[in-house]
T-cell receptor, first 112, second 118 residues
């Protein structure tokens, strides 16, 4: 089955700096890669996703890049703000109806 | 769009009580819903996959007689924790997967249910 690894497990940045979280996956059949943000005591919220037919996607301060050859994808947050502090999870899946395989999460702290 | 609700958000019960958690997709139809359990500072642990009109598929190690799942309609799935014990205390999260359209195959999570068994 698919194996998703996520790094780093914790990340602290100064407000205004950029944050990068990286994930690798093992199954070359995976073709959908979402990123979720989870605040304390809440369910994960989809913040951005990318499909295997594109290499990069951007939504305001958030971007995701995908390298299919190397089987890794990354989340980039620019101009970080304190409200970006949360746990971020990456995931990978393929086809339709299949389960999502989640990374172990990254706890991001943005220091004011 | 793509809102998933979960009820209740928090429940405290005595040991031996059965607890029912509802998961609803409010603005889309979800042929597949997932139930997760999350321990503090850990990732999401998939418990079972629920398909509308059929039996749920449980992950290895998850007791199907303990965690009863019913997916009776395209917008509602329920998880019942039968005869709950303190070790069942956890954060339970459901998700619903879109089944068509431009946002096909996306998964949206409910806000979670904090279960505390005394």
């Amino acid at each position: 089955g698919e194996n998703v690894e996520q790094h780093p497990s914790t990340l602290s940045v100064q407000e205004g700096d950029s944050a990068v979280i990286k994930c690798t996956y093992s199954d070359s059949a995976s073709n959908y890669f979402p990123w979720y943000k989870q605040e304390l005591g809440k369910g994960p919220q989809l913040i951005i996703d990318i499909r295997s037919n594109v290499g990069e996607k951007k939504d305001q301060r958030i971007a995701v890049t995908l390298n299919k050859t190397a089987k890794h994808f990354s989340l980039h947050i620019t101009e970080t703000q304190p409200e970006d502090s949360a746990v971020y999870f990456c995931a990978a899946t393929y086809g339709t109806g299949n389960q999502f395989y989640f990374g172990t999460g990254t706890s991001l702290t943005v220091i004011p | 769009g793509a809102v998933v609700s979960q009820h209740p958000s928090r429940v405290i019960c005595k040991s031996g009580t059965s607890v029912k958690i509802e998961c609803r997709s409010l603005d889309f139809q979800a042929t597949t819903m997932f139930w997760y359990r999350q321990f503090p500072k850990q990732s999401l642990m998939l418990m079972a996959t629920s398909n509308e009109g059929s039996k749920a598929t449980y992950e290895q190690g998850v007791e199907k007689d303990k965690f009863l799942i019913n997916h009776a309609s395209l917008t509602l799935s329920t998880l019942t924790v039968a005869s709950a014990h303190p070790e069942d205390s956890s954060f339970y999260i459901c998700s619903a997967r879109t089944s068509g359209g431009a946002r096909m195959n996306e998964q949206f999570f409910g806000p979670g249910t904090r279960l505390t068994v005394l």
